[in-house]
């Protein structure tokens, strides 16, 4: 119920925000910056589907910009090495499914909490990237990826059908139960038979896999591979999930909120570049926003919590 | 003069109305009873005296004055302690601060007073023959040791008002004889008390006067002297009841479940025993025996240090509750809001919880598939409900029991564990629960039942097996299962 109403205010927000920008912004209403802005939230959009699962199951990945540098150093490595990019490319995805893997194994393991773990990875993984690739920018891609990535029907479709999935995978079957469940109440998903920790494996693993995948997508966008790539995004990615009405505490939210929210955030941005808002208010602006997404859906849901918790004392 | 009253008062949640009309006089130095069905409007009568929630309409007087409470802090200045039908302990606190929250005793120096805490909890755990470490942290207790924990907690109040709701349903007969100890003494000093259970005999056993709730409208108001537990349960259910034990006996079958020497260091050693296809077998014994944790050992909740779980012939996978339910094992947990249900989600999707590969269509969970599955045992166990995608955190104590036997009963296991199977449940549905549990053991499936509830044991099990002190220490046939036997073994006086 209230997920959906959180929803439609996004939706309002989104409209309104768009039409502002149509009518007020110069050079917003035109093809080439509409499909410009989509396929520069890309990143953000594939990072933050994956996140949505892990927020919902009430954990964090702070670590996902992280291995999105990483992928793009050990591919900008391989590249150098004559490798082709055909085998790279997996291999990227399997360094990101390991860089998963050992938040995975921290958490459920040795249940260290993931904030803590992916504050200690996101500095670990970037620090590795720049050890491999030092601060060279690998650019001699191949040219069939790089404009590949460029023409914007490609990545979104991507997104598209990626995001599809994900709802999917989240609101229609057993697996995303179990993982509101989870994010709900941990310990009666455990009484009732879930397999608590691998599916918490398992969402860290993608959401590594996921960081690598949009490195491909990133390196081949800009072409050019670099340890520094990304720097900053998983705090875009988290901000998008909450703005798109995921409860920090888990259990609650959706995947069509948080893609909303991806492109909400997306088109201020790209206006306030467009009205030429100088740099400080930009910055400033995102980062009311940033707080705002936080803050916002979940003031609700420390209302809520306060106002059933006096219901529940019973 | 009454100390506390409410007059002609009513509350409505949404569509729903809680309560309509209900006036209620509570007297220094009687204890009045709250009968009721469950979703009755019992809790929340409680809620608005303790100003958690305000009524919609009428009043509370407080020594003959209306008073407005604006939330359970001004309650609790003038006076009025309680204890609420779910424990509320902060987990990561200790026993003694739990007890002291928010208004813990001052040193000359103005800081806490440790000694003093521990000094006045020493004393309440006395009278109440607790035997918990105050220092300990509230995290990990048994229900009913955190029940004791919240009795302790009001009674460290002086209170003028006490109101208990369902303060016994996790308790076993030794903890509320001795609650019942403190309470009259409370009682004879002048204090007023206000006591919920669905144990009849309780009611007759401590109150003077009782006032009968249906359907959020009083019905009746009764001098204790006056009537039988039979009148009390026509003014509730308004109607005769059937038998409330309706056991049939089944043919027992094959071993279904056996238990072999399982041990947990410090909880629990040496366990051996087995329960048959058509059987229903109970583990009796004192709050504290080790009776929920060996039923959780052997649902894979907790691993065990020595021994094994067989399931129809098969050893089961230690420390798996997804193998325990693959074998056919079900588990209604005792903590039915921290184990057994997650309170934000809807009914119809707890009940699917435990059972996500049978409500599914191809990959894809079926909308039309999971209501059916709850509309199906939400009839069978008259749950009350506005509809079954409302949250399971605003259905009533009770009713949450429902949802969590319904959730396992779906299921449809070939041995079936229920703790406290019905922990606050009213009496005509507790009847029926126990139908339905005689009826699927003559059909072939093997209950272990956990239950702190005399009467029940004696009246439901075809055995009753004893635990004291993490030991099995008698099994009882249901013929020489006696009130006697059953806690002169509980209590270590005899071994077998
Ligand atoms: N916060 C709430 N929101 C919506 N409905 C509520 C809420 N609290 C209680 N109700 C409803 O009010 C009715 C009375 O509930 P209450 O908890 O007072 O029953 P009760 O008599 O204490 O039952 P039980 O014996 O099961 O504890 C029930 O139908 C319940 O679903
Ligand atoms: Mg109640």
């Not at chain 1, 009311?288 to 936080?294: G, P």
């Not at chain 2, 105050?134 to 924990?149: C, F, N, T």
Request: charged letters at 20%; one cysteine or more; glycine letters at 10%.
């Amino acid at each position: 119920m209230l997920v959906r109403r959180w929803e439609s205010l996004i939706l309002v927000l989104l409209v309104g925000v768009c039409v502002w920008a149509a009518l007020g912004v110069d050079g917003f209403a035109n093809t080439s910056n509409v499909s410009f802005l989509l396929l520069d939230t890309t990143e953000i959009a594939l990072m933050a589907l994956t996140m949505t699962f892990v927020i919902v199951a009430a954990e964090i990945d702070l670590s996902v910009a992280s291995t999105l540098g990483l992928s793009c150093a050990v591919l900008g490595w391989l590249w150098n090495a004559g490798l082709g990019i055909e085998l790279i490319m997996p291999i990227c995805l399997l360094v990101g499914a390991l860089c998963g893997a050992i938040n995975g194994l921290l958490v459920t393991r040795l249940g260290l909490p993931s904030l803590a773990v992916t504050i200690g990875t996101f500095a670990l993984y970037r620090g590795l990237a720049y050890v491999i690739l030092g601060d060279q920018a690998v650019a001699d891609l191949p040219a069939a990826y790089t404009s590949l990535a460029t023409r914007p029907l490609v990545p979104l479709g991507l997104v598209a059908v990626l995001g599809v999935g994900a709802a999917v995978l989240l609101h229609a079957t057993g697996l995303g139960r179990a993982v509101f469940a989870i994010g709900a109440n941990q310990e009666a998903a455990f009484f009732s038979g879930i397999r608590v920790k691998r599916i918490k494996f398992w969402l860290f693993v993608a959401g590594g896999a996921m960081a690598a995948l949009a490195s491909l997508v990133f390196t081949f966008r800009y072409a050019s591979a670099r340890a520094d790539n990304g720097v900053g995004l998983e705090l875009a990615v988290v901000a998008a999930v909450l703005l798109g009405g995921v409860s920090i505490f888990g259990g609650r939210g959706s995947l069509p909120g948080v893609l909303m929210a991806v492109v909400l955030l997306g088109v201020v941005r790209n206006a306030l570049i467009l009205a030429d808002v100088a740099n400080e208010v930009l910055n400033f602006v995102t980062g009311l926003l940033l707080v705002a997404s936080v803050l916002a859906p979940n003031l609700g849901a420390l209302w809520r919590r306060r106002f059933t918790s006096q219901q529940e004392v019973s | 003069m009454a100390v506390l009253a409410l007059s002609d008062v009513s509350k409505s949640f949404g569509a729903v109305r809680a309560l309509r009309g209900v006036s209620l006089k509570l007297e220094a130095g009687e204890a009045h009873a709250l009968a009721g069905e469950n979703g009755a409007g019992k809790s929340t009568l409680v809620k608005i005296l303790s100003g958690v929630h305000r009524p919609d309409t009428g009043q509370i007087l407080l020594n003959g004055s209306p008073v407005t409470f604006g939330g359970p802090a001004d309650a609790r200045h003038a006076g009025v302690a309680v204890i609420y039908q779910e424990p509320t302990l902060f987990p990561d606190l200790s026993i003694v601060e739990n007890i002291f929250m928010g208004r813990q005793p001052r040193t000359r120096f103005g800081r806490i007073d440790r000694a003093a805490m521990a000094e006045q909890t020493g004393r309440l755990f006395a009278g109440l023959g607790v035997e918990l470490d105050p220092e300990q942290a509230a995290r990990g207790l048994s229900i009913a040791d955190q029940q004791l924990v919240e009795i302790a907690k009001a009674l460290s109040r002086d209170a003028k008002v006490l109101i208990m709701d369902e303060p016994t349903a996790a308790l076993s007969g030794n903890e509320v004889a001795r609650l019942f100890g403190v309470v009259k003494a409370l009682r004879e000093q002048g204090c007023a008390v206000l006591f919920i259970s669905h144990r009849l005999d309780e009611i007759f056993e401590l109150c003077q006067r009782v006032t009968t709730l249906r359907d959020g409208t009083p019905v009746a108001e009764d001098l204790i002297a006056d009537i039988t537990p039979d009148d009390l349960v026509r003014r509730m259910v308004g109607r005769d009841l059937d038998a409330l034990y309706p056991k049939q006996d089944g043919v027992p079958g094959e071993v279904a479940l056996e238990v072999h020497r399982l041990t947990r260091e410090g909880v629990f050693t040496d366990v051996s025993f087995r329960v048959r296809r058509g059987e229903i077998v109970a583990l009796a014994g004192l709050v504290g025996a080790g009776r929920t944790e060996v039923v959780r050992a052997i649902f894979g909740i907790d691993r065990q240090d020595a021994g094994w779980v067989e399931v129809g012939g098969r050893r089961l996978r230690p420390a798996s509750p997804t193998a325990a339910m693959a074998a056919g094992l079900a588990l209604v947990p005792e903590d039915r809001r921290q184990q057994g249900l997650v309170m934000d989600l809807s009914i119809d999707r707890n009940i699917a919880l435990a059972g996500l590969a049978e409500v599914r269509r191809g990959p894809l969970i079926s909308r039309a598939a999971e209501h059916a599955r709850a509309q199906d045992w939400a009839v069978r166990l008259r749950l009350k409900f506005a509809r079954l995608s409302d949250p399971v955190g605003v259905l009533s104590g009770g009713n949450q029991q429902k949802v969590v036997l319904a959730k396992w009963l779906a299921r449809k296991p070939s041995v079936l564990i229920v703790d406290e199977p019905t922990r606050g449940i009213d009496v005509g549905t507790k009847a029926e629960v126990h139908r339905l549990l005689s009826e699927l053991a003559v059909g072939g499936m093997a209950v272990l039942m956990v239950s702190s509830e005399l009467p029940e044991v004696l009246g439901m099990a075809d055995r009753v097996l004893v635990m004291h002190e993490g030991r099995l220490v008698a099994e009882l046939p249901r013929a020489s299962a006696t009130e006697e036997s059953v806690m002169s073994a509980a209590t270590g006086r005899t071994a077998a």
